[in-house]
């Protein structure tokens, strides 16, 4: 049985490819680990050593978090990666009154170093590697995990890792930024140099694709944006007297991977393909800078509340993709969290999803299976070819950050969202158990994992409030000062500072204040129009509007 129309694409794939499609593909000769890199950043890939099995987990406490993260390390995870509450991310603390709804509930609440240290308390992190999805508070959390770590005898020099930092795309979809682009730019540039200086073996900068697709983007969208806001990080660190090579060597990429197989497979390859070019175009000459290094997260919009086992095969395939896409490491979605934060029971078959793809199927004894094939080349080839005309055109509108003050990269992804969102209304897009292949049957019945939200913020500000009585006061007042003056003078590593602000005890919320006082926070619009949806609707079901 077939739908009456083809579903739409951003890359429309053909019926059938032959060698004539890949005539003139310029890359479709090169090697593993050589310019320009399509084929992987490393010339061995999984041959030596399989992906990193990444999961994203945070939960309410830190001591909740901390059982997560051992229990997974002990199931098999090789790195750890940090879901922070939205009140943390948007630099609160747990007992304001204006985030009391929304303490503990997506991810895990963090408001001083002593948070921090019960969040990775009895985890080696001189051995493990710590991802932390941070960006607008990326200064006080990144200063509590430096200073948790230090005070448990680990030296900053010694720690592996990545911080988000990827303010702009905060701007275009997130929403958990606090301070406008301009200033915002400084933060993530400050904290780059200090990490490069202090902390050489922690990425500075983890530029962000999956959100863009999260939010409806589609492929060629995704990448252009992703390469886009990667572009600005690297001109403003190289304006400010880092080297390119230096700049893009601690720069890692972050990307979606949904279930149009064959696309994301080649949009990961075209990533490799497209930093390698802009990489070189910004003066960087080394293999390392040009060399596109990425972690992959199945998708979460996939996921559907009805059938909700379809989800684990809806990962397993998403999974395959990033795998024979490329990833040097990779988050499984468990099959409940359409619902609910996941299960024990979901986050385990999410690792061993991994544990599967690594161990009984043979898919790491290759190096990059789909190179020559006429079909990935060519579709390779296609989507760097798109993402380049996006690029040309957010350069003709003066760049980032002014397509982000003009509306136009919301408009352009808003209008993404309702393309996909009609074709599933109408059709087009099969969701199976949703909009076809439907049953009269009661969905499974999942447990959820409950969270006690006024537990948690009653807890954390009874920790917050013993910290403060137990601090230097004065020590706390002029350290804050300190930060603010930086941030009003431009002069000074703000992340140096902020470190110091930790370490006398100050809370996330209170760094976050001393900077609101120089830089208000950013408030975002929201321009939509009631008349984008009838037209999306009429042109992309009917093909017209007349």
Same mark, same amino acid.
């Given at each position: 049985?077939?739908?009456?129309?083809?579903?739409?694409?951003?890359?429309?794939?053909?019926?059938?490819?032959?060698?004539?499609?890949? *005539?003139?593909?310029?890359?479709?000769?090169?090697?593993?680990?050589?310019?320009?890199?399509?084929?992987?950043?490393?010339?061995?890939?999984?041959?030596?050593?399989?992906?990193?099995?990444?999961?994203?987990?945070?939960?309410?406490?830190?001591?909740?978090?901390?059982?997560?993260?051992?229990?997974?390390?002990?199931?098999?995870?090789?790195?750890?990666?940090?879901?922070?509450?939205?009140?943390?991310?948007?630099?609160?603390?747990?007992?304001?009154?204006?985030?009391?709804?929304?303490?503990?509930?997506? =991810?895990?609440?963090?408001?001083?170093?002593?948070?921090?240290?019960?969040?990775?308390?009895?985890?080696?992190?001189?051995?493990?590697?710590?991802?932390?999805?941070?960006?607008?508070?990326?200064?006080? &959390?990144?200063?509590?995990?430096?200073?948790?770590?230090? *005070?448990?005898?680990?030296?900053?020099?010694?720690?592996?890792?990545?911080?988000?930092?990827?303010?702009?795309? *905060?701007?275009?979809?997130?929403?958990?930024?606090?301070?406008?682009?301009?200033?915002?730019?400084?933060?993530?540039?400050?904290?780059?140099?200090?990490?490069?200086?202090?902390?050489?073996?922690?990425?500075?900068?983890?530029?962000?694709?999956?959100?863009?697709?999260?939010?409806?983007?589609?492929?060629?969208?995704?990448?252009?944006?992703?390469?886009?806001?990667?572009?600005?990080?690297?001109?403003?660190?190289?304006?400010?007297?880092?080297?390119?090579?230096?700049?893009?060597?601690?720069?890692?990429?972050?990307? =979606?991977?949904?279930?149009?197989?064959?696309?994301?497979?080649?949009?990961?390859?075209?990533?490799?393909?497209?930093?390698?070019?802009?990489?070189?175009?910004?003066?960087?000459?080394?293999?390392?800078?040009?060399?596109?290094?990425?972690?992959?997260?199945?998708?979460?919009?996939?996921?559907?509340?009805?059938?909700?086992?379809?989800?684990?095969?809806?990962?397993?395939?998403?999974?395959?993709?990033?795998?024979?896409?490329?990833?040097?490491?990779?988050?499984?979605?468990?099959?409940?969290?359409?619902?609910?934060?996941?299960?024990?029971?979901?986050?385990?078959?999410?690792?061993?999803?991994?544990?599967?793809?690594?161990? *009984?199927?043979?898919?790491?004894?290759?190096?990059?299976?789909?190179?020559?094939?006429?079909?990935?080349?060519?579709?390779?080839?296609?989507?760097?070819?798109?993402?380049?005309? &996006?690029?040309?055109?957010?350069?003709?509108?003066?760049?980032?950050?002014?397509?982000?003050?003009?509306?136009?990269?919301?408009?352009?992804?808003?209008?993404?969202?309702?393309?996909?969102?009609?074709?599933?209304?109408?059709?087009?897009?099969?969701?199976?158990?949703?909009?076809?292949?439907?049953?009269?049957?009661?969905?499974?019945?999942?447990?959820?994992?409950?969270?006690?939200?006024?537990?948690?913020?009653?807890?954390?500000?009874?920790?917050?409030?013993?910290?403060?009585?137990?601090?230097?006061?004065?020590?706390?007042?002029?350290?804050?000062?300190?930060?603010?003056?930086?941030?009003?003078? =431009?002069?000074?590593?703000?992340?140096?500072?902020?470190?110091?602000?930790?370490?006398?005890?100050?809370?996330?919320?209170?760094?976050?204040?001393?900077?609101?006082?120089?830089?208000?926070?950013?408030?975002?619009?929201?321009?939509?129009?009631?008349?984008?949806?009838?037209?999306?609707?009429?042109?992309?079901?009917? =093909?017209?509007?007349?």
């Amino acid at each position: 049985m077939t739908t009456s129309r083809a579903r739409r694409r951003a890359v429309p794939l053909k019926r059938v490819y032959t060698r004539a499609d890949i *005539e003139g593909v310029a890359h479709a000769d090169s090697m593993p680990g050589e310019a320009p890199f399509v084929r992987g950043p490393f010339a061995s890939m999984y041959t030596d050593k399989p992906w990193t099995i990444r999961q994203y987990a945070g939960y309410a406490q830190a001591a909740d978090t901390n059982l997560a993260f051992r229990t997974a390390l002990a199931e098999g995870a090789q790195g750890l990666s940090v879901a922070f509450d939205l009140p943390t991310q948007r630099g609160y603390d747990s007992d304001d009154p204006a985030v009391s709804a929304d303490v503990g509930m997506t =991810g895990v609440a963090v408001d001083t170093v002593e948070d921090m240290a019960r969040l990775f308390e009895c985890i080696p992190l001189e051995r493990v590697s710590v991802s932390m999805t941070m960006n607008g508070a990326v200064l006080p &959390v990144l200063g509590a995990f430096i200073v948790a770590a230090d *005070e448990s005898g680990v030296h900053a020099s010694q720690l592996r890792g990545t911080i988000q930092n990827d303010i702009l795309k *905060e701007f275009m979809v997130r929403n958990t930024g606090i301070f406008a682009p301009e200033p915002s730019l400084r933060i993530a540039a400050d904290v780059a140099a200090y990490l490069a200086q202090q902390m050489p073996r922690f990425n500075a900068l983890s530029v962000s694709g999956y959100h863009f697709q999260e939010a409806g983007a589609d492929a060629v969208l995704e990448l252009a944006l992703t390469l886009a806001n990667a572009r600005t990080y690297v001109d403003t660190l190289v304006a400010r007297g880092m080297h390119a090579n230096d700049a893009c060597e601690r720069m890692s990429f972050f990307f =979606g991977v949904g279930t149009d197989f064959y696309v994301e497979v080649a949009k990961l390859r075209a990533a490799r393909l497209l930093w390698s070019e802009i990489a070189a175009q910004s003066g960087a000459t080394s293999d390392k800078a040009r060399a596109l290094r990425m972690h992959c997260q199945t998708s979460g919009w996939s996921l559907t509340a009805q059938k909700p086992m379809n989800n684990v095969v809806r990962t397993t395939v998403e999974a395959l993709a990033a795998v024979f896409g490329g990833t040097q490491s990779l988050h499984t979605n468990a099959y409940d969290e359409a619902l609910a934060l996941p299960c024990a029971e979901s986050s385990r078959l999410a690792r061993d999803t991994q544990l599967v793809l690594q161990h *009984e199927t043979g898919v790491c004894d290759v190096v990059d299976p789909w190179a020559g094939s006429y079909m990935m080349e060519s579709l390779t080839a296609d989507i760097a070819s798109r993402v380049r005309t &996006v690029l040309d055109e957010i350069d003709a509108r003066g760049g980032v950050v002014e397509a982000i003050h003009s509306g136009w990269v919301r408009t352009r992804i808003h209008e993404a969202a309702l393309r996909v969102q009609a074709e599933i209304e109408s059709g087009q897009r099969v969701i199976v158990g949703v909009n076809r292949f439907t049953t009269d049957d009661a969905d499974e019945r999942l447990v959820s994992q409950a969270l006690d939200a006024a537990q948690t913020r009653t807890l954390q500000a009874r920790r917050i409030a013993h910290v403060k009585r137990s601090r230097d006061a004065a020590r706390v007042r002029d350290t804050l000062a300190a930060l603010q003056r930086a941030a009003r003078d =431009g002069e000074g590593n703000l992340l140096e500072l902020t470190i110091e602000c930790m370490r006398a005890r100050a809370t996330v919320g209170e760094c976050t204040q001393a900077l609101e006082a120089v830089w208000p926070r950013h408030t975002v619009d929201l321009p939509i129009s009631a008349r984008m949806y009838g037209v999306t609707w009429c042109f992309f079901i009917h =093909g017209t509007c007349a």
